[in-house]
């Protein structure tokens, strides 16, 4: 057997990232806000005539093991913890039942329900990232590629 000559190897490149900077959370709220929040708005849901039934429908028996799930949802969205993982679009558009109405239901008690916990400086930014969310879950359902969104999301 011969030996080929072999050529020399190039060096390696080496790339070099920066950490990205540390986020700025999006509203000055603590863990235990988060987790009232979520707490009352669910409690809000489950005696809505329309939305309680539709919930419970999916939730029964697993109403503890949801909440703890929103509560992570919600602090990685408001103080960018993030410690959520999950697919909000596949679960929402999974429910069979949901009518296009709903995801204003849904924001008009998000918003009922933060305003009677905080005060406008805190609420108002809440809301405003529930209504890109609502926004978000309404174009993913029921949108189509030229449709605008409702205006109750914008």
């Known amino acids: 057997m011969t030996d ?50 539709l919930f419970e429908a999916r939730l029964a028996g697993k109403w503890d093991m949801h909440l703890d799930k929103m509560k992570r949802f919600w602090r990685s969205v408001l103080r960018h913890t993030g410690e959520y993982s999950g697919q909000p679009v596949a679960s929402h558009n999974a429910l069979p039942d949901m009518e296009e109405g709903d995801l204003k239901l849904w924001l008009d008690q998000f918003v009922i329900t933060t305003g009677r916990l905080f005060p406008p400086e805190t609420a108002d930014p809440i809301t405003t990232i529930a209504r890109r969310i609502a926004r978000s879950l309404w174009l ?15």
């Open 140 to 154: 993913a359902r029921f949108g189509t590629p030229m449709s605008a969104p409702p205006d109750w999301s914008v």
């Open 4 to 53: 080929s000559p072999r050529s020399p190897r190039p060096a390696p490149i080496v790339i070099q990232a920066r950490p990205a900077p540390p986020r700025k959370p999006a509203v000055d709220i603590s863990d235990d806000e988060i987790a009232r929040l979520v707490e009352q708005f669910y409690s809000d849901i489950r005696l809505h005539p329309r939305l309680g039934p």
